[in-house]
């Protein structure tokens, strides 16, 4: 705050920071957000990997939120093995 001090009132707005993805997801199909023109993965490629972090995490919110996910990835099916490790190691 103090290098800005007197330049300028910035403020930063987190409206999504306190609530699960698959929330995040409904209240985008709710707004129409186009989905497919999104990017998460942290590979670039031509698709998303599926593997990864985030592409784990995207197609576990498309699934709770019961929205259809209109994202192609190289390995669709990986993400239920993660999530079914994880919840067994927690």
Known sequence: KKA??????????????????????????????????????????TFHCGRCGTCVERREAFYLAEIQDPTTYEDPDFWKNAVANKERTA
């Not at 001090?5 to 129409?32: M, N, Q, W």
């Open 4 to 45: 800005l001090d007197g330049l300028s009132d910035i403020k930063l707005y987190t409206p999504f920071i306190h609530i699960k993805k698959s929330d995040i997801v409904a209240e985008g199909a709710r707004l129409c957000v186009p989905f497919q023109d999104t990017w998460s993965c942290y590979k670039g490629g």
